[in-house]
C-alpha cells in the first residue's frame, strides 16, 4: 500500500464528513485539484504552506484506491507529488488526525510510513 497524505482545513473537512465527499479547500480549488503529499514530503509542505495553522487536519488515502484521476506530477524542485483531478470519496481515507502546533509553529506529526 502506498500512502499518500493531504492536509486539510478543520471545516472543510468536516463538511466533507458529512457529504461524503472532499473537494478540498481554497488553494486546491484555485488550483483545479487536491494536494497529497508523500510520507517524506508531508512536513515540508506543512512548513511552507501551512506553518501555525491551527485546526489542521492530516488525512490519509491508499493512493492505489484513487485510480487514473490520482496523477504524480512535478512540483517542488524536482520532486513529483500526487495531485487529485477530482473529489475525494471519503470512504476511501484511512485515517485522519488533527495536528498540534509546537512552540516553533510547526506542526506535531506522528510516525508515518
Not at 466533507?16 to 486546491?28: C, I, K, M, Q, V
Amino acid at each position: 500500500m502506498s500512502t499518500i497524505y493531504h492536509l486539510a482545513q478543520k471545516p472543510y473537512w468536516e463538511a466533507a464528513e458529512r457529504s461524503g465527499l472532499y473537494a478540498g479547500g481554497p488553494n486546491d480549488v484555485r488550483d483545479g485539484f487536491i494536494h497529497f503529499s508523500s510520507n517524506t514530503e508531508i512536513e515540508t509542505s506543512a512548513s511552507l504552506y501551512c506553518k501555525g495553522m491551527a485546526d489542521l487536519i492530516l488525512v490519509a488515502v491508499n493512493s492505489e484506491k484513487l485510480g487514473p484521476i490520482l496523477k504524480w506530477e512535478n512540483s517542488r524542485d524536482g520532486v513529483f507529488f500526487p495531485h487529485l483531478y477530482g473529489n475525494l470519496d471519503t470512504t476511501l481515507v484511512e485515517w485522519t488526525k488533527l495536528l498540534t502546533v509546537g512552540k516553533d509553529g510547526r506542526h506535531e506529526f506522528p510516525s508515518l510510513d
